[in-house]
């Protein structure tokens, strides 16, 4: 399953990344529409959810979330809904570890 999330907030620390496989922080911004999927790796096997996916935040609760690879590029969010089935585009796509 896919959670759709609002970026309410991220540390300057994600803009100033210049390492090649970690690029991708620099295009995050407050305000869009981020999409993140739950895949099997990162899944408990008791519950089959991804933890941090926001499964009982409602309403405005406000999430923390880190990048991995560069704990100082981190940030708020707020869920906006689950998908069953994810359609995730390409871009502002990522994945729960």
Not at 44 to 59: E, F, L, M
Request: glycine content about 6%.
């Amino acid at each position: 399953y896919c959670v759709e999330f609002r970026t309410e907030s991220l540390s300057q620390h994600c803009a100033l990344e210049t390492r090649p496989y970690a690029r991708w922080m620099r295009y995050l911004r407050e305000g869009h529409t981020v999409c993140v999927a739950c895949q099997p790796p990162a899944m408990s096997a008791a519950t089959q959810r991804c933890s941090g996916d926001g499964h009982h935040a409602h309403g405005d609760k406000i999430l923390h979330w880190e990048a991995i690879g560069n704990s100082q590029c981190q940030g708020t969010w707020k869920k906006i809904r689950q998908l069953e089935h994810c359609s995730c585009p390409l871009v502002h796509s990522f994945i729960f570890t």
